[in-house]
T-cell receptor, first 114, second 117 residues
Framework: DTEVTQTPKHLVMGMTNKKSLKCEQH?????MYWYKQKAKKPPELMFV???????INESVPSRFSPECPNSSLLNLHLHALQPEDSALYLC?????????????FGPGTRLLVL | AQTVTQSQPEMSVQEAETVTLSCTYD???????LFWYKQPPSRQMILVIR????KQQNATENRFSVNFQKAAKSFSLKISDSQLGDTAMYFC??????????????WGLGTSLAVNP
């Protein structure tokens, strides 16, 4: 079972809105990731939660904030986004490092910021 | 720093034929992992195949196989009996073995593959 689920599938928001993206996995994985992907580009890593520790890509603006309520859930809170933040947001999870560090991805949330 | 290069931005193949996508990488590490991911128009990122650098045997998954040349730092993907559902963007990616909390995948820019009927 390599299922990672993400909600919502699509999201349209204004620049003053606050919204959240949700990601869930039931594979017992201990690491979860948020990526941002623009069309026809590879994903860019935003955040890693591993064994309840957060690692941040320092280039990610503070209008994105991750939250990990438990080891199965990972949220991404969005506030005061800009139109250039419109992208596909992918969540992934992995068991550990080494071979078990293989990342499995959810279907993504397509975000449009107006 | 590690880099991954996919030199073919776009490729096409006829249904039922075989196609090979190229990937080269640069690293000073001895132990690492290489991956091919597929992203069809739905944009779901799907793991196609994985190779551990310490294994000499090339990985295979049904119609998908790799040609892993460690000394040449080459990791090509062969798709046999191509099907219309193989139409997708294919990304090659690298990950260090002892990644620890630094589980960063280093991605190539991708190859857009079209399978024609």
């Amino acid at each position: 079972d390599t299922e990672v689920t993400q909600t919502p599938k699509h999201l349209v928001m204004g620049m003053t809105n606050k919204k959240s993206l949700k990601c869930e996995q039931h594979m017992g994985h201990r690491a979860m990731y948020w990526y941002k992907q623009k069309a026809k580009k590879p994903p860019e890593l935003m955040f890693v939660y591993s064994y309840e520790k957060l690692s941040i890509n320092e280039s990610v603006p503070s209008r994105f904030s991750p939250e990990c309520p438990n080891s199965s859930l990972l949220n991404l809170h969005l506030h005061a986004l800009q139109p250039e933040d419109s992208a596909l947001y992918l969540c992934a999870s992995s068991q550990d490092s080494g071979t078990r560090g293989t990342q499995y991805f959810g279907p993504g949330t397509r975000l449009l910021v107006l | 720093a590690q880099t991954v290069t996919q030199s073919q931005p776009e490729m096409s193949v006829q249904e039922a034929e075989t196609v090979t996508l190229s990937c080269t990488y640069d690293t000073s590490e001895n132990n690492y992992y290489l991956f091919w991911y597929k992203q069809p128009p739905s944009r779901q990122m799907i793991l196609v195949i994985r190779q551990e650098a310490y294994k000499q045997q090339n990985a295979t998954e049904n119609r998908f196989s790799v040609n892993f040349q460690k000394a040449a730092k080459s990791f090509s993907l062969k798709i046999s009996d191509s099907q219309l559902g193989d139409t997708a963007m294919y990304f090659c990616a690298f990950m260090k073995h002892d990644a620890g909390n630094n589980r960063k995948l280093i991605w190539g820019l991708g190859t857009s593959l079209a399978v024609n009927p």
